[in-house]
């Protein structure tokens, strides 16, 4: 098991540029979870998804962001037209969630570190 | 709705000596709770977790904490602290309310240790 892995590690962009980050999730883990970290805060929920579908996205989410998990496995996130205020820490989390219910806690990646010039 | 509040976001101990970590919760139903620590430039890791079964709950690294419902707290304790403690730690609160079970966190705690 290598866990969560996340690419890229660091990303610097320039505004108005699109930036997509990855997430591999734990193979066996069918829920995924995107959470974003601004300094001196603690992450926030952004979205997650059940295999390969989405089922909440945040009110932190606006319409230029986008996340997909085609085949409910690795998981993008894009953000289109990227704003000086995107940047954070962008944190991907995975988690099993049995058929009857019970499920497992949440294992995170190192994070993917945004900066928008 | 649920939340999470961390008293202290900086706190300095001294080598040995006693970690407290105050998380205090607030939720409408049952809560699990966590306690997290994140390294610099690295993710998260869990600590401990409470999930309605033993109150006082036994993690790694030596930390522990006790879920106190009439107190509506979740503090997380070492009894002697090492150099290595030093590191941001969050607490969170798991939404049980819906189907998302997403982590609802507080602001985080510094920790310093002083040689």
């Known amino acids: 098991d290598t866990g969560v892995s996340q690419n890229p590690r660091h990303k610097i962009t320039k505004r108005g540029q699109n930036v997509t980050f990855r997430c591999d999730p734990i193979?066996?883990?069918?829920?995924l979870y995107w959470y974003r970290q601004t300094l001196g805060q603690g992450p926030e929920f952004l979205t997650y998804?059940?295999?390969?579908?989405?089922?909440?996205k945040s009110r932190l989410l606006s319409d230029r962001f986008s996340a997909e998990r085609p085949k409910g496995s690795f998981s993008t996130l894009e953000i289109q037209r990227t704003e000086q205020g995107d940047s954070a820490m962008y944190l991907c989390?995975?988690?099993?969630?049995?058929?009857?219910?019970?499920?497992?806690?949440?294992?995170f990646g190192p994070g993917t570190r945004l900066t928008v010039t | 709705a649920q939340s999470v509040t961390q008293l202290g976001s900086h706190v300095s101990v001294s080598e040995g000596a006693l970690v407290l970590l105050r998380c205090n919760y607030s939720?409408?139903?049952?809560?699990?709770l966590f306690w997290y620590v994140q390294y610099p430039n690295q993710g998260l890791q869990l600590l401990l977790k409470y999930t309605s079964a033993a109150t006082l709950v036994k993690g790694i690294n030596g930390f522990e904490a006790e879920f106190k419902k009439s107190e509506t707290s979740f503090h997380l304790t070492k009894p002697s602290a090492h150099m290595s403690d030093a590191a941001e730690y969050f607490c969170a609160v798991r939404d049980n309310a819906g189907n998302n079970r997403k982590l609802i966190w507080g602001l985080g705690t510094s920790l310093a240790v002083n040689p």
């Open positions: 989390a995975s988690s099993l969630v049995e058929p009857g219910g019970a499920d497992y806690e949440q294992y």
């Open positions: 998804f059940q295999n390969e579908a989405q089922l909440e």
């Open positions: 193979s066996e883990h069918n829920r």
């Open positions: 939720s409408s139903v049952p809560p699990y």
